[in-house]
């Protein structure tokens, strides 16, 4: 890459050299670092360019828009299917915490009593599947 | 056979096209903003660059089930979208208005306020908005959404080559934009 094409691809892109083309990157980082303070110099006013365009205020989301949008996908059709409906249902209804609280228990057990107990662990998951059931069939 | 495109929007989308809450979400808090400051670097119009992004938010809802990964990324597709509505708008502006638009947006405030970051945003602001739409296009794609140079000509339907020749104008003038009115004002050392 030559000083020139350096120059036109901070005039078009900026003095941030990640937003210039790919294919282009490579060679503007070799000649910088072959000619520092020419590459430095020439980048100078892309820096200044990006700064100022920096300074321009982001437009801020409105909490009002933001919950349009979100009841425009009810609107669009966006409803959750079985599995999310039953995923939450079943999280809401305790079901998840039994099982959270059996797979610590089972942890537990195979730390300290790894054969012994097994038998009795399997019995409370089973427990608990049961009592899952339960739950969504009386909140479903 | 054509390449598949990596788009890392990919589950996202296909989480919201079933449905997903939290994916909509997800999905609102990554690209409404986004688009959002599109459509207001292209309209400089906050009420207008809302009906954009929400018009542009509700084809993604309606887009997202039939959605089909691979071809293309979902955020290009997004910005085709949000660029097609403010074109639009932008058409009906000119056909509304061309007696009574001024040729240069107000600089903005009086001339003896100094340069400080608020003014000066506000005054890039201005200066954007008097570029012409095309080199404003341009830079908004590339510096403001972060596109690269590939993914914005594509947009634009532009060659690469034209594309960089709208930057570097656009940066130009927008330089000499701000130079003159720092000159004007007495600031400029």
């Known amino acids: 890459m030559n000083a020139q094409r350096f120059q ?12 210039w083309p790919e294919a282009e990157r490579d060679a503007a980082r070799a000649f910088m670092e072959a000619d520092t303070h ?3 110099r020439l980048l100078f006013e892309a820096r200044q360019m990006d700064l100022a365009l920096d300074a321009a205020p982001r437009p801020m989301v409105s909490h009002a828009l933001r919950e349009q949008v979100i009841a425009l996908a009810a609107a669009a059709g966006l409803k959750p299917r079985a599995r999310f409906a039953f995923r939450r249902l079943a999280w809401a209804s ?45 909140l479903g | 056979m054509a390449t598949r495109v990596v788009d890392p929007d990919e589950d ?5 096209g079933q449905g997903d809450p939290a994916a909509i979400q997800a999905m609102v808090a990554r ?9 207001q670097r292209m309209l400089n119009d906050p009420s207008e660059a809302e009906d954009v992004a929400q018009e542009t938010m509700l084809k993604a809802w309606r887009q997202a089930p039939r959605w089909t990964p691979g071809k293309a ?43 400080q970051t608020a003014e000066l945003g506000a005054r890039v602001d ?15 794609l590339c510096h403001y ?45």
């Open chain 1, 94 to 138: 305790g079901a998840g915490w039994a099982a959270a609280s059996v797979a610590g228990v089972l942890v537990g057990l195979n730390l300290s009593q790894p054969a012994v107990t097994r038998a009795e662990a399997d019995a409370v998951l089973y427990q608990s599947q049961l009592l899952a059931l339960d739950d969504t069939e009386v």
């Open chain 1, 38 to 40: 020419g590459a430095e």
């Open chain 2, 126 to 140: 201005a200066a954007l908005a008097a570029l012409p739409e095309r080199q404003r296009e341009a830079i908004v």
């Open chain 2, 73 to 115: 990324r979902f955020d290009t597709w997004l910005h085709r979208v949000a660029l097609n509505l403010c074109y639009d708008r932008l058409r009906r502006r000119r056909e509304v208005l061309t007696d009574t638009m001024p040729d240069r947006a107000d600089p903005g405030p009086s001339p003896d306020q100094g340069l």
């Open chain 2, 12 to 16: 996202l989308v296909s989480r919201v």
């Open chain 2, 31 to 39: 690209k409404l903003p986004r688009m959002l400051a599109l459509a």
């Open chain 2, 145 to 189: 959404q972060e596109l690269g140079n590939i993914e914005a000509a594509a947009l634009m339907d532009i060659s690469v080559e034209a594309l960089e020749s709208l930057l570097s104008r656009g940066r130009r003038a927008l330089r000499a934009s701000l130079a003159e009115t720092a000159r004007n004002e007495g600031v400029l050392k």
């Open chain 1, 8 to 19: 036109d691809l901070a005039e078009a892109y900026g003095a941030d050299v990640r937003r």
